[in-house]
T-cell receptor, first 114, second 109 residues
């Protein structure tokens, strides 16, 4: 079946602009996760959703970052007033449920802030 | 929350077994060991996971020591396409997986 998809695959923006990143999880997966990976670094956890709620927002690096999920499916990660240090690959993953279930990752969105 | 320690890099000859070690000495009883890999410019790919018993699937085998303080991922016949960064992860407090720096495996012809 279809895997996790993300759009856009690449995004170049100017410093100070807002960007929206989209994630389509695997159908039926109730848990959704956002991660960030800077060049040559490991993955940094940002936020997760169980259904439409996000009980753990501790990983968001600043209040410029927000995320929402509607209908228990698609999620958007919004970065306001982008800064150059926001440049990274933003990865989305989903799993059948929170807990032990395996997370399946999308291909990521490569964000470059000029 | 348990942390993992992996060697930063390893080499393996094509066709030979690749054995990737991971230490997780602070693992607790209910925490699973997961292995993912990330090939350049792609999202992480699930490989295998286990709790106490050794596990095998079409990709790899996972050997977990009896005290659960370390594990080894085995790729039985490494190919050039197995060149990637391999992450050993212990579930964080039944929450999200925290990825470390991983091991960069290079399979050489």
């Amino acid at each position: 079946g279809a895997g996790v998809s993300q759009s856009p695959s690449n995004k170049v923006t100017e410093k100070g602009k807002d960007v929206e990143l989209r994630c389509d999880p695997i159908s039926g997966h109730t848990a959704l996760y956002w991660y960030r990976q800077s060049l040559g670094q490991g993955l940094e956890f940002l936020i997760y959703f169980q259904g439409n709620s996000a009980p753990d927002k501790s990983g968001l690096p600043s209040d410029r970052f927000s995320a929402e999920r509607t209908g228990g499916s698609v999620s958007t990660l919004t970065i306001q007033r982008t800064q150059q240090e926001d440049s990274a690959v933003y990865l989305c993953a989903s799993s059948q449920q929170r807990g032990v279930e395996t997370q399946y990752f999308g291909p990521g969105t490569r964000l470059l802030v000029l | 929350d348990a942390k993992t320690t992996q060697p930063p890099s390893m080499d393996c000859a094509e066709g030979r077994a690749a054995n990737l070690p991971c230490n997780h000495s602070t693992i607790s009883g209910n925490e699973y060991v997961y292995w993912y890999r990330q090939i350049h410019s792609q999202g992480p790919q699930y490989i295998i996971h286990g709790l106490k018993n050794n596990e095998t699937n079409e990709m790899a085998s996972l050997i977990i020591t009896e005290d659960r303080k370390s594990s080894t991922l085995i790729l039985p016949h490494a190919t050039l396409r197995d060149t990637a960064v391999y992450y050993c992860i212990v579930r964080y407090n039944n929450n999200d997986m925290r990825f470390g720096a991983g091991t960069r495996l290079t399979v050489k012809p």
